[in-house]
């Protein structure tokens, strides 16, 4: 069996998932399956793994005593048996619904087909029997229905609510059916099947509409993926069902870890067809992190139903949004709330270590760009919280041999518009002392910028805060951020690593110029602190501790480190999700390789609506796993300071720790085996 090329999302862990709500007419089973076939054949189009169907729908749901005619029952396995032979054309599981007789009881089922071979049959557990529902009129409860077997087509199939369906080959994964009302139920039968091992969650519905229900429909189907570590993936029924006495809007939608990834047009005219690609390595990811996600397992036994399916050989598109910023999302209204909840956090996280301590006085460093910045906004918060004046924060900003004018102004501006005690102490004496101690060339009229003559500066100004705390009785509030400790981008010790207390630690880079512009749209800062508060956004990132070169460019963190766009992105997938290089690589390219295509966030500059080829992303991507496991040693010392988003921090007391003399070396021989050049 040939692997799916790099540029295909079966490759990398995920699986096409299609939801079909097909026209239907009440009890015409030959008409219902004309359309069951052409969405099936849609679905193949379009390489789908798995296509679910509506419940009852080769007889249609609301049919009512016409499902005790023996005349239906016969059209409906002939059917049934004309979708076996129809499937072996066919690359989809087929899972589609009927009403079947078995052993003297009739009973509502899911049927699952495939290559011309019905893999199990499934009943429905919980019947409603209630306001416009009357299924025990008709219908058996599958409860206790297990190791049973029925003839569908000539064949004879597992029949019960213990089968589980698994495939095998290059593309594996396992799968549970239940339907309709077994998801509205306290114990959704789902639930038990997830903690056996299945991932994906499929419901066959038919759900009449009324005012409401569709948002039941989605905290339903969403709670249930969330909580079962899965993809729920839910039919319902629609057009073509008998409207006499109820109405059908065809809702179905696919839900990963409890997030919407796809849903149908409601109300559609006709059949109508949704697909997503669901990221199993995301769910598996979830549950080996979640120990207590089997605890709950009844131990009751399921049969597996296996079957060998053949993914595409050929390039196929992601059928999902991967978002270029994990840390920041494209929606405005999502982005303007987790800017509230992490300057709110932050805030918080500070004004409780100055409680705890019983100290009143902050001390910290402010060069003029962001991460410096966010954390002096963060400190004046936090005295206002406490009642106690700004003049409380001991601002430093502390010139080098690189400082510009514009940040040095920059920092001047923000100092003062907020109002704390501010100060400048030139570093560059105690610096050119240091240097000539060290018998370093710089002190001799040479232009070597090393790591020493950078890493003094850095030393320097970090030594003079802690003695500056001292002086005033305060906390030296760190000020770097979440990508530069996954680079490594700290001078470790005495340097911008070290502080008494850090709310900047689980904060991104790419999230922290969203926190700044929030501040300066709170409506609490005048307007020349908001005025300096995006100057200060626009200006270039960089640590300012080598001069500017022969064209004035000042020193680029990015030009070395690599842009913070894929750094954030690589660091998001390696330590959240434990994503191999190849993934990784994939995602950013699907996020990252047409700057024309989905959304950025609001407020992000012109200049950083771009994009990135895959060779970019690969060297990138390279460069950051040298980094990130050759600097595990600063983040094992690194402050306390508040966890900010699911996206982790890397504190060794919470969710990252790992030896300081691990070898990047497997991760790196996977990228470059695994992702073209």
Not at 318 to 340: G, H, I, K, N, Q
Request: glycine share 8%; with cysteine.
């Amino acid at each position: 069996m040939s692997a799916p090329p790099f540029h295909s999302p079966y490759a990398h862990e995920f699986v096409r998932l299609g939801v079909c709500v097909p026209r239907l007419k009440p009890a015409d089973p030959t008409y219902n399956t004309d359309h069951i076939l052409d969405l099936a054949l849609r679905a193949h189009d379009q390489s789908v793994a798995v296509a679910l169907f509506p419940e009852l729908g080769v007889s249609a749901y609301a049919i009512d005593d016409l499902l005790l005619q023996a005349t239906l029952l016969d059209a409906v396995k002939a059917q049934l048996a004309r979708l076996v032979e129809a499937s072996r054309a066919l690359t989809p599981v087929l899972v589609v619904g009927a009403p079947l007789a078995h052993q003297g009881r009739l009973y509502n089922c899911a049927v699952v087909i495939h290559s011309g071979t019905v893999l199990g049959v499934t009943p429905k557990t919980y019947l409603p029997n209630y306001r416009e529902f009357y299924e025990r009129r008709w219908f058996a409860s599958g409860a206790g229905v297990v190791g049973q077997t029925i003839n569908v087509a000539g064949q004879d199939v597992p029949f019960g609510v213990d089968i589980l369906y698994r495939s095998r080959g290059a593309t594996p994964f396992t799968f549970h059916v239940e339907i309709c009302e077994d998801v509205w139920t306290p114990t959704p039968p789902s639930s038990a099947a997830a903690m056996a091992g299945a991932e994906l969650l499929l419901n066959l519905s038919a759900s009449n509409i009324v005012i409401g229900k569709a948002d039941q429909r989605r905290l339903l189907c969403a709670a249930q993926s969330a909580r079962c570590l899965a993809a729920y993936a839910y039919s319902a029924a629609g057009p073509g069902e008998s409207t006499t006495d109820l109405a059908w809007d065809g809702h179905a939608s696919i839900f990963e870890l409890g997030e919407l990834l796809a849903e149908t047009q409601r109300f559609p005219p006709d059949s109508t067809l949704a697909i997503a690609d669901v990221d199993l390595g995301r769910i598996r990811s979830e549950r080996l992190r979640t120990g207590s996600f089997s605890e709950g397992a009844t131990g009751a036994p399921y049969r597996h139903a296996t079957f060998s399916f053949a993914p595409p050989t050929t390039e196929l598109a992601l059928a999902r949004t991967v978002e270029r910023f994990p840390y920041v999302p494209s929606d405005p209204a999502r982005l303007a709330a987790d800017c509230y909840e992490a300057w709110n956090i932050q805030v918080q996280g500070l004004t409780e270590r100055l409680r705890s301590t019983g100290l009143k006085h902050l001390t910290i460093g402010v060069s003029g760009g962001l991460d410096s910045t966010q954390a002096l906004v963060v400190a004046v918060k936090a005295m206002d919280l406490l009642g106690l004046p700004r003049t409380n924060v001991h601002a430093y900003t502390l010139p080098g041999f690189a400082t510009s004018d514009g940040t040095k102004s920059n920092a001047w501006t923000l100092m003062r518009t907020l109002g704390v005690t501010a100060r400048e102490i030139d570093i560059t004496p105690l610096a050119r002392q240091m240097l000539a101690d060290l018998g370093h060339a710089f002190a001799h009229g040479e232009p070597l910028y090393d790591v020493t003559f950078e890493n003094v500066q850095a030393g320097l100004r970090t030594d003079l805060l802690f003695r500056l705390a001292n002086q005033s009785g305060g906390l030296v509030v760190g000020t770097g951020d979440l990508s530069e400790l996954g680079l490594g981008w700290c001078t470790y010790g005495v340097g911008d690593q070290m502080s008494h207390y850090n709310p900047n630690g689980s904060v991104s880079k790419t999230l922290i110029q969203h926190l700044i512009r929030f501040a300066a749209n709170t409506g609490e800062f005048d307007p020349q602190t908001r005025d300096v508060l995006e100057a200060i956004l626009a200006t270039e990132i960089s640590p300012e501790l080598v001069p500017a070169g022969a064209d004035g460019a000042p020193q680029s963190t990015q030009a070395v480190i690599g842009p913070y766009a894929l750094q954030d992105f690589n660091l998001y997938y390696l330590t959240r999700y434990g994503f191999k290089p190849s993934k990784i690589a994939y995602l950013a390219h699907c996020a990252w390789a047409d700057a024309s295509a989905g959304r950025f966030p609001e407020g992000l500059a012109e200049g950083d609506r771009r994009a990135y080829a895959l060779p970019q992303i690969k060297a990138w991507l390279r460069l950051f796993l040298k980094r990130f496991f050759a600097n595990q040693f600063k983040r094992s010392a690194m402050p306390n300071g508040p966890k900010l988003s699911s996206g982790g921090s890397l504190s060794p007391r919470g969710d990252w720790r790992m030896p300081s003399d691990a070898s990047a070396a497997a991760w790196l021989e996977e990228l470059e085996a695994s992702v073209p050049d």
